[in-house]
């Protein structure tokens, strides 16, 4: 058993060291996305430096890989400890759920492929807490929009979200249940605020820059030459 477990856990550390923001921004744009904007090799960096175009496919790799990596859990449901009646039955599966979604963001964050500089992963975190408690995720996703949409700040609607994140975790009787689920939920909400620790910073000093998905930045006035 112990054997299965640490081999998901390598095999979520390894999906979550895929860089796609890296590849794809030097292999189709000639740019290390890790030197420029905010210098983080995720999504929302690629949206402020190359667009649209080049930050969609890097969330949905980076969403995909983190819902992979947990989905391999699965294979653990084999195991006799963890079958209804087991030695450890769905506590058991959910342990291993948190641990594989902390291997694939920590693969995120320092990438084996990328010299160990990553991003901040929310993607691959979102992605990941999919695989473990969908419906919250679900609500979250839905608090982002909103935020983003009211705001246009991607960071406070990252912050906001995950913020929301323990509280439909306790609202939803499947999941207020599992002691480590809750635990995990209370932890993931720190974290996310520690690693927008610099956002925060600009947000407060007003130096945060706005992204517009659905229509673009409002024109600056400027005053007419003097002649």
């Known amino acids: 058993m112990v054997y299965t477990i640490v081999t998901l856990v390598i095999v979520a550390y390894l999906l979550g060291s895929i860089p796609s923001a890296v590849w794809i921004g030097k292999h189709f744009y000639g740019v290390d996305i ?5 210098k983080n090799a ?13 930050a969609l496919p890097v969330f949905v790799i980076d969403f995909i890989k983190g819902y992979v990596a947990v989905t391999l859990c699965n294979l653990a449901e084999f195991l006799p400890q963890f079958q209804a009646g087991g030695e450890y039955g769905l506590h058991g599966i959910y342990m291993v759920k948190v641990g594989l979604v902390v291997a694939v963001v920590l693969g995120h964050i320092f990438p084996l492929f990328a010299g160990f500089k990553g991003g901040k992963g929310v993607a691959t975190l979102a992605g990941a807490v999919m695989g473990v408690a969908p419906a919250s995720v679900m609500l ?8 983003l949409m009211l705001s246009h700040y991607v960071s406070l609607a990252s912050m906001i979200a995950g913020a929301c994140f323990p509280v439909f975790i306790l609202l939803n009787p499947r999941t207020n249940t599992s002691l ?5 939920a209370f932890v993931i909400t720190v974290l996310l605020l520690i690693t927008h620790r610099k956002n925060i910073g600009r947000l407060r000093a007003g130096k945060e820059s706005k992204i517009y998905i659905w229509r673009q930045p409002p024109r600056k006035h400027t005053d007419p030459p003097k002649e």
């Open 42 to 54: 995720g999504a929302t960096n690629m949206l402020r430096v190359l667009g649209r175009r080049a």
């Open 180 to 184: 480590t689920l809750v635990i995990f």
């Open 140 to 147: 979250c996703l839905a608090v982002w929009v909103v935020v």
């Open 34 to 38: 890790r030197e420029h904007g905010s």
